[in-house]
């Protein structure tokens, strides 16, 4: 379920008045939910905070329950023994803090030394804090830097005087970003940011801190909570994996068909132009990310590609895995481009001028959203603000994913041109490498353990630190694989976790990206688990499969693998056992194995 | 705007903050008779009345508030 007052651009007022109903409608829209643990850990009140979060979380489907500190505990809560949130376990802590929390400031007359050492000590509180907190709870932690302050005793001199509150929390802040830089699983909350878009003077209203002791107007809370939802869904792979563009109108101004190439909107000539041209340079951008690039237009073809092409354009027609231009209802061309990229619609963000066709995408398709962009001087702020793309990681494979998408494209075409499947299989020319995991691929595998929904026996959700100590942890085996063939490397594609009890080896995870469905890499993965429990002695392998909205591809998974059902019960969770004998005989025929 | 209008207008907002929407209220009527009216909803209800009516409560208005009487009585002087 997507509620429209929780998109951006949001209804503020909406969501404060009616923050309850709405809370109601979503957890009764019989959707389905990721249950998650966040715990808040406020330097100010977060009451109002943690309502609006859960709002914004439920509407990315992941319902949370909550640990707050007690007004103010931030740092008591983290630093000291504390049994209520050890019990509680959180899947991820956010630190509420603000500049209201700033311990020390510089005084005039305070030498450059004294002021260092005001910045050391600061950072090292909190440093002190992120440490223990990772230390004890092994989760992502989320963190506030600081907003400017509310004055500026010196004007403009605050900015660069070592003595002024701007300049100083400049500092502090550049110190929680080298610590960002160089921890993984800690997350900077830009509300330095977020409160210079909102207006830092609204923002900074004293009113709601002598009141209240909000660190922040109530009104903004919307847009901080947004944000905050934001880093949590992309920590838990919901982030949108591509866009699906219209052309006339959107990408340059004019209707091609009727204006001609050369007279649409684009380029540098003229003012709507420049303002096409900005929105193509920043949708191309986001090819850097990963995030996938496809048209949807109601044009002929021939059209839609000289317009890709035009002189001033940003575009090759390379940048696009898929171009549908075409006279079809733009649903049905949105669909087919979901299932040419093996995505589910709802992870594509269906960009489109007209708001009767944004309509008829959403109505027909579920989930997808398609922001009202407005004007398009506008398109860029509206779109960018809505946080589809997220990025809390950025793993080598997001850098390459338009590429691998592409050769993806180019294996369908070849694939097209056998006859016989497993000769197409050959053709590709495949090699994989599993083995346990290694550091290098933790973010990677992290980020495919929280997107795999598809296929995916299990559901269960990994943080990385969940997984590290997985890895480490002698009853367990750990399996990752890569898959590279003649057009390109596919990068980790496949995830298979099993812990031992006796003789007996449990199925914990088993994942596997849907770019590689049938290349016959299950069977690879089931070779080197079926040799990995061998060398520990496992006389049988038990496989679980946990029915959802979306997996029901591998409903019958186990049993191609050579497994046999020994239970179901009334909501189709499934058990599955396969006996080890003396020899195990390779099931994979197609795959190069390498060592 | 008559009383009886800032009335119906409150009912609308009370109903949509406490999600419920049997309320109504009266000049009696406190934090007391209202289900959910602690000092965290207090805020969001402040706010709520705020933006509906384009009007705001300076701090000693609404530390001061005691029931939904007095509120009336300042949504009506700002709006006056």
Redesign the interface.
């Known amino acids: 379920m997507k509620v429209k007052e929780l998109e951006y651009p949001f209804d503020t ?1 909406a969501i ?6 709405l809370r ?1 409608e979503l957890l009764e829209s019989g959707a389905a939910f990721t249950d998650k643990k966040v715990a808040i850990l406020g330097g100010s009140t977060t ?2 905070i943690k309502q609006v979060l859960e709002l914004f979380l439920l509407n990315y489907g992941i319902r949370p329950s909550f640990y707050e500190s007690e007004y103010d505990q931030y740092y008591q809560d983290a630093m000291f023994p504390n049994p209520s949130l050890e019990a509680f376990a959180p899947d991820v802590i956010y630190i509420h803090t603000s500049n209201r929390n700033v311990t020390a400031w510089p005084q005039v007359a305070d030498s450059a030394e004294t002021v260092d050492g005001l910045i050391r000590a600061e950072t090292d509180r909190f440093i002190g804090m992120w440490d223990r907190l990772a230390a004890v709870y092994h989760c992502p932690i989320i963190q506030n830097n600081f907003e400017m302050p509310l004055y500026r005793l010196m004007g403009n001199r605050d900015a660069y005087d070592i003595h002024g509150a701007v300049n100083f929390l400049t500092r502090l802040n550049m110190e929680f970003y080298a610590y960002a830089q160089t921890h993984e699983n800690f997350y900077i909350c830009d509300i330095n940011y977020i409160s210079a878009d909102y207006g830092l003077k609204e923002w900074s209203k004293p ?1 709601y801190w ?3 002791k ?1 660190a922040l107007n ?2 903004a809370i919307p847009y901080l909570s947004f944000n905050v939802a934001n880093i949590i869904k992309s920590l838990f792979g919901k982030n949108k994996k591509g866009f699906v563009l219209d052309l006339d109108n959107t990408l340059w101004g004019g209707v091609i068909g009727d204006d001609g190439v050369d007279n649409i909107a684009l380029g540098p000539e003229e003012p709507e132009g420049q303002a096409y041209s900005a929105f193509q340079r920043y949708i191309k951008a986001h090819k850097q990310l990963g995030v996938l690039l496809n048209i949807d237009s109601k044009n002929d073809r021939d059209n839609a590609i000289a317009g890709i092409g035009h002189r001033d354009s940003a575009f090759t027609e390379d940048d696009f895995i898929c171009v549908k231009a075409n006279w079809d209802p733009k649903d049905r061309n949105f669909a087919a481009i979901a299932e040419e990229l093996n995505l589910l619609p709802e992870s594509l963000v269906f960009i489109d001028d007209n708001p009767a066709e944004r309509h008829i995408v959403t109505e027909q398709l579920k989930g997808v959203q398609a922001p009202a962009i407005g004007d398009v001087t506008e398109y860029i702020q509206t779109i960018d603000r809505s946080g589809f793309f997220e990025v809390t990681t950025l793993s080598k494979d997001d850098l390459k994913r338009n590429e691998m998408y592409r050769e993806n494209v180019q294996r369908a075409r070849l694939e097209a041109s056998f006859a016989d499947y497993s000769d197409y299989l050959r053709s590709l020319d495949m090699s994989a490498v599993i083995r346990p995991f290694e550091p290098a691929y933790m973010a990677r595998i992290a980020q495919l353990s929280n997107k795999s929904n598809q296929f995916n026996l299990t559901t269960r959700r990994y943080t990385q630190a969940e997984l590290e100590q997985t890895a480490a942890d002698p009853d367990y085996i750990t399996l990752y694989g890569k898959l590279t063939d003649r057009f390109g490397d596919n990068g980790v594609v496949s995830v298979v976790i099993g812990h031992v009890a006796g003789e007996a080896c449990h199925v914990d995870l088993w994942i596997m990206s849907c770019r590689v469905l049938k290349r016959d890499m299950e069977y690879a993965m089931m070779d080197a688990l079926a040799h990995a429990c061998q060398a520990r002695g496992v006389k049988k392998i038990v496989g679980h499969y946990y029915p959802t909205a979306k997996n029901g591809m591998v409903r019958e998974f186990y049993g191609a693998q050579g497994f046999t059902k020994v239970s179901e019960d009334g909501q189709g969770n499934t058990d599955w056992e396969y006996e080890l004998g003396g020899d195990y005989e390779n099931k994979n025929k197609v795959i190069r194995i390498e060592e | 705007m008559t009383r009886a209008e800032v009335y119906e207008r409150l009912n609308g907002v009370f109903r949509d903050v406490f999600d419920d929407e049997t309320i109504t209220v009266c000049d009696e009527t406190t934090s007391d008779d209202v289900e959910g009216w602690d000092s965290l909803e207090h805020i969001n209800l402040v706010v709520a009345v705020e933006s509906e009516f384009g009007i705001r409560f300076n701090m000693g208005e609404v530390n001061k508030l005691k029931n939904v009487g007095e509120m009336a009585d300042i949504i009506l002087r700002q709006l006056g």
């Open positions: 007022e404060l008045a009616r923050k309850k109903r109601r009451s109002g009113f002598h009141m209240y909000y109530v009104s």
